[in-house]
């Protein structure tokens, strides 16, 4: 039995004894892969995990010269009012816009343009702020540099890892929603996750340099909240333990530790704190 099947069989003992509603499994340890179903083998929305996606398209844009994180938004969105006129892409990625703009089941729908309503609020200075808000935000001025963002990775990201023409849920104005509505199968959300572990390489090739792919779940803001929600990288929670995580609503997880890689898909959103620590625990087993 290799290590990978051992940690996936632990992994699979573990949900099936704690009730959480998983769908999928997919472990990496080393080269070693291992994986297991619960529902049949379909994409699935993978919530806020699409926020280290977008970490990853800004990335991109970086290396190519197209965009600064670091330069003020407004440059990017001049017929816009930024009520921060200090606001950087960095900030938004962060989570350190300061802006309170809390989530709801129609953000997208609840103002004529999402962006243009929170960049006008007043902003608080750089303390913490979660937000798909601002996650949206931020691929509205990567937009402006690169053209659509979703076909912007297609050829860049997407097809190089051999996902083929995922769906990106739009809002009315016909940009991507962002933090959220990327459709994946488990072990395609797996290799996004490779991705980060390898620092950006995939298959001998550097899709996203190693410099920037490694601030993700190093970075680390403060968030105010307890373990596992006390610090935020850009598009990454830290913890449970030593690991951190890429973390979507109703459990869509991916657990990196070492050369470990844990990624699940599920429909459980109050379960997918304790699945996080179980398999924290498996993993330093």
């Excluded at 990775?153 to 769906?167: K, Q, T, V, W």
Aim: aromatic share 8%; proline share 5%; hydrophobic share 45%.
């Amino acid at each position: 039995m290799t290590s990978a099947e051992r940690v996936r069989d632990a992994i699979v003992a573990d949900i099936e004894a704690s009730g959480f509603g998983a769908h999928g499994l997919h472990v990496r340890v080393g080269d070693e892969v291992a994986a297991h179903r619960w529902t049949p083998d379909v994409r699935e929305d993978i919530h806020s995990a699409a926020k280290a996606v977008c970490f990853l398209a800004v990335g991109i844009a970086v290396d190519e010269g197209a965009i600064s994180v670091d330069e003020p938004i407004a440059t990017s969105l001049p017929s816009f009012e930024v009520a921060d006129r200090e606001m950087t892409l960095r900030r938004l990625l962060s989570m350190t816009s300061g802006v309170d703009f809390p989530w709801t089941p129609t953000l997208m729908t609840d103002w004529p343009d999402l962006a243009r309503e929170f960049l006008s609020r007043p902003s608080a200075g750089r303390g913490f702020q979660y937000s798909n808000a601002s996650t949206y935000t931020a691929m509205r001025v990567l937009d402006t540099r690169v053209g659509d963002v979703a076909e912007y990775l297609g050829s860049r990201l997407f097809a190089p890892l051999g996902i083929e023409a995922p769906d990106w849920t739009r809002c009315p104005n016909g940009y991507i929603e962002a933090g959220g509505g990327l459709w994946l199968r488990t072990e395609e959300l797996a290799r996004i996750g490779l991705l980060v572990r390898d620092r950006g390489v995939w298959e001998g090739s550097q899709l996203v340099s190693a410099e920037w792919v490694g601030a993700l779940g190093t970075e680390w803001s403060v968030t105010g909240s307890e373990p596992p929600y006390a610090g935020y990288s850009l598009g990454a929670w830290a913890g449970p333990g030593a690991a951190w995580r890429i973390h979507g609503a109703y459990g869509q997880l991916v657990i990196l530790q070492g050369d470990a890689v844990v990624t699940i898909t599920a429909d459980d959103h109050f379960g997918a704190d304790a699945a996080a620590a179980s398999v924290v625990r498996v993993l330093e087993s």
